[in-house]
């Protein structure tokens, strides 16, 4: 029996550079820390500050999990044990309506391999993309020949790629329009083709959308914001479940609340985001203010107002109710306003560094680490576990952070549950 692992080692191999990323291919590469949507944003920041680049090529994969070629993928697997493995996943096909339909092409999304299958076909323009280079002339800036020009040869192009979605950098729109159809031919012998009505080609100060955050550049700098649409959509989101649950009980619509914002703030928290959470804190206290009045439309405002608002220090208006601890004792639990978590910029992982190496065990292990510490609150019950743990499971002595879930290394004994 082979794992998914096993199967698929030697083409996951990184080959990234400091120039290019090539990440995990799905978003569940947040919870192993390895690579992340933020060390594609960091990636993007690198290239993009400063008047590096300035011309972006926002390209989208038309139904790149649908149209991808088998035979393309096979061969690329060809020669590992679980070949055959992954063939019989591929060809299984599906069963709609009663019906059974053969798989032709691409592979299942929703499938616990796809992702990765996906990653492995869209492997390699990077590679391609090195292929192209500029020389410039540079002046030393310091050393014996300190002022001197100098000829020096880069990459023309700069790439940056999540799972299907990948952006390619340039400093000229020339480049840019040169490097479309050297995709769209690379695109071709995977079975895949551009989605024409959604690439475009844009100048950074107008600013490209990329996995959730609007990067533009402000009078020569480059900003990482939460994307509009999607900040909007969160909003949209909380205040259809507000009003869907217009009877459910104070403590529960705050427990609630507080896991929806506390994970949106938690992805965003790497960028520039302050102004953004404000105003999120504004809209989310306006809900509440509509949920409440609506549960008691006989009541005054006066009394609305008493009964499930309330002032903690020198916060008024707080959204907050009375609750019990885990040890049945009396607290009181509130919105929480997502402007007072901080921002910590993400640190991007060095280059080719993979966890699979033994020679980094130290780097990732010090990273897991540092990432565990600003997961939770310093004084949250998360935090006191981990620290008293120092960091590694009692059981198995790995970094608690090496798992998907912290909450299966972590041990809390004495606590009521």
Known sequence: ????????????????????????????????????????????????????????????????????????????????????????????????????????????????????????????????????????????????????????????????????????????????????????????????????????????EKGVNFLGFNLRQYRGKLLTKPQKEKVLAFLQKLRNWLKANISLPQDAVIAHLNQQLIGWANYYRTGVSKRIFSYVDHMVHKMLWTWATRRHPTKSKQWVKNKYFRTLGRRQWIFAAEAQDRRGKPKIESVIKISEIPIIRHVKVKETSSPDDPTLAEYWEKRRTSIGKTRWEKNSKYYKVAENQKWKCPICGENLLGASSFGRNTETRGAKR
């Open 1 to 204: 029996m082979c794992d998914k692992h096993q199967i698929t080692e030697e083409p996951c191999e990184s080959k990234g550079s400091s120039t290019v990323l090539e990440s995990s291919g799905s978003r569940e590469g947040v919870a192993d820390f390895t690579r992340s949507t933020h060390d594609a944003i960091e990636q993007c920041f690198l290239r993009l500050s400063n008047g590096r680049d300035t011309w972006v090529l926002d390209a989208d994969i038309k139904g790149a999990f649908d149209n991808i070629d088998h035979s393309f993928l096979l061969k690329i697997v060809e020669k590992l044990l679980g070949r055959e493995l992954i063939k019989q996943w591929l060809k299984a096909g599906y069963v709609e309506a009663e019906i059974f339909n053969p798989t032709h092409s691409g592979t299942p999304q929703g499938g616990i391999i796809s992702p990765l299958l996906a990653n492995i076909a869209l492997d390699g323009l990077d590679e391609l993309l090195k292929k192209y280079t500029k020389t410039t002339i540079k002046i030393r800036k310091s050393g014996k020949r300190k002022g001197q020009q100098e000829k020096v040869k880069s990459p023309m192009y700069g790439y940056i790629r999540y799972a299907d979605d990948f952006l390619i950098t340039a400093t000229s729109e020339e480049d840019i329009k040169a490097v479309v159809p050297i995709v769209e031919e690379w695109l071709k012998q995977r079975g895949l083709t551009l989605n024409q009505d959604k690439t475009s080609i844009t100048h950074i």
